[in-house]
């Protein structure tokens, strides 16, 4: 039986130690360090999920919880930068689906099940694994979706439901209340129980949400000094009063949900107006380009011998 085409390269090579260095080339090509730059940024925000969740076990939470922010931001960014330096790839995209799982489905999970779903048993347990299922379940729908030949253009400007990033930061949100000094009730971990339950269904769900992936990319010159206050403003805040900005950017975030799906339903009218005049269209200009057919000439039947109007001489 022949050996494969590696097989016997790797067999060339160990008994030619001395062949061509051009083969060599060809076969181990030195990677841009382009491509290097995004999976290591996604590395860092994967090793910060695993932190997160250590952090979590050891009852550190705001920590925990400063982790996962920190993974999001890191996220968020992975992607502009891998674009930018045209340094995408099948490997960046896989990786940064497995970092995602882990960052932003399993630690949260973990992080509100050691803080008070465990007061809950076996019901807690689940409510985390749920939500864990469920972010890996929305990553992997995206990997599919996101090769469709037949979405339309706008449809990039959606997700279809809650984004990972979003649901983990989402979901904390009663922790955010609680550092901000809320006192505790009996109904507290029943509720964190249904409402960690509420933002898995939103991850798995075919809500339209709003990506705002293609926000940033170009910026105005009037607004260039206004988008650097405005970072630093926001760092600051994050940094001086982390619960109240993140409390505050939860609501917020979910109170545009419905503003979203509107939109979403917005485009479909309209492409579903426009479709009819795309398909009249080209009809309209096939019938004025070609040309009018000939009306085939009228024959005329001789007249009968014994016509009255017949001519004398044609008698």
């Known amino acids: 039986m022949a050996r494969p085409r590696s097989d016997r ?26 491509m290097l730059v995004p999976n290591i940024i996604t590395l ?11 952090l979590a076990i050891e009852a ?5 919880v400063a982790a996962i922010v920190f993974a ?17 790839s ?3 995209a896989e990786l940064d689906s497995l970092a995602d799982f882990v960052n932003f489905g399993v630690a949260p999970g973990l992080i509100l099940y050691f803080w008070a779903l465990h007061e809950l048993g076996n019901a807690g347990w689940i409510a985390a694994m749920v939500f864990a299922i469920c972010a890996g379940l929305r990553l992997a729908r995206f990997n599919v979706m996101i090769d469709d030949p037949n979405r339309p253009a706008w449809a990039a400007n959606f997700f279809v439901g809650m984004p990972a990033p979003g649901g983990a930061i989402t979901v904390l949100l009663p922790i955010y209340v609680h550092f901000l000094g809320a006192s505790r009730f009996a109904l507290e971990v029943p509720l964190v129980f249904l409402y960690t339950l ?34 630093v403003l926001g760092f600051a805040l994050l940094i001086a009063y982390p619960w109240a900005l993140l409390t505050a950017v939860t609501v ?38 070609s040309p009018p057919q000939a009306q085939p000439a009228p024959t005329l039947e001789p007249p009968a011998a014994d016509d009255p109007n017949r001519p004398t001489r044609l008698n």
């Open 90 to 92: 099948r490997f960046g």
């Open 72 to 88: 999001a931001l890191l996220d968020g960014v992975d992607g502009r930068v891998a674009r930018m330096l045209k340094g995408t």
């Open 198 to 231: 509420a933002i898995a269904f939103l991850m798995i769900s075919r809500l339209p949400v709003f990506s705002g992936k293609r926000v940033g990319k170009r910026v105005p010159p009037d607004w260039v000094v206004p988008v650097f206050v405005l970072v």
């Open 44 to 54: 860092l925000a994967l090793c910060a999920g695993l932190t997160a969740i250590r």
């Open 9 to 34: 390269y790797i067999l060339h090579m160990a008994m030619n130690p001395n062949a061509s260095p051009e083969l060599r080339r060809r076969r181990f090509r030195p990677i841009p360090v382009r």
């Open 252 to 289: 917020i975030y979910l109170a545009t949900l419905p503003f979203g799906f509107m939109a979403y339903r917005n485009y479909q009218e309209a492409a579903a107006a426009a479709a009819p005049q795309a398909g009249a269209a080209p009809a309209d200009a096939a019938r004025v380009a």
């Open 60 to 64: 550190r939470l705001e920590l925990a």
